[in-house]
């Protein structure tokens, strides 16, 4: 399996238009991490693709590492705007819904005191757009212990 992979994959990187420009990715030490997992290059191939297209995602060099990882930090996956986490902001009334839903004495806060969230998260078909944006205080961002 792995000879066979390292032979697709390696023709799937000099086929495949959207991957021939992506420098700077170290597909030999990609390979060494992974060669034990099943991979399947057709698979690979169609997530690269529809990633390659996903607006959100603004680093395109680091679709491949991501779809072998899975780790989102490769995608750098776009941020909210000012102007949507504004909006959020105001719509919400400065009210973090996780505060609000665990009654905290403390529920509303300075714009500078939260962030922007995806509320159905980007893993999940959540894009970056104002009707998924909302605002979470510092502390619930980090958790996301809302629930
Ligand atoms: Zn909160």
């Known amino acids: 399996m792995p000879r066979g992979f390292a032979a697709r994959q390696a023709r799937f990187a000099r086929q495949s238009p959207i991957l021939r420009g992506m420098a700077g990715v170290n597909w030999g030490e990609l390979y060494n ?3 034990k997992e099943k991979l399947n290059a057709t698979k690979l191939e169609a997530e690269v693709k529809e990633l390659m297209q996903d607006e959100d995602v603004t680093k395109k060099s680091g679709i491949y590492p991501y779809v072998l990882t899975r ?4 995608l ?4 909210f705007t000012d102007r ?4 959020a902001y105001e719509g919400q009334n400065g009210v973090c819904p996780f505060c609000k839903k665990q009654k905290k004495d403390k529920k509303q806060w300075d714009i500078s005191e939260m962030e922007a969230d995806h509320i159905t998260p980007w893993h999940e078909g959540g894009k970056t757009v104002a009707e998924n944006c909302h605002m979470l ?3 619930h961002n980090r958790t996301k212990s809302g629930i």
């Open 76 to 79: 750098s996956i776009r941020a």
């Open 71 to 74: 780790q989102e930090k490769h």
């Open 137 to 139: 205080c510092k502390k």
């Open 84 to 87: 949507m986490k504004r909006e």
């Open 33 to 35: 991490q992974f060669k």
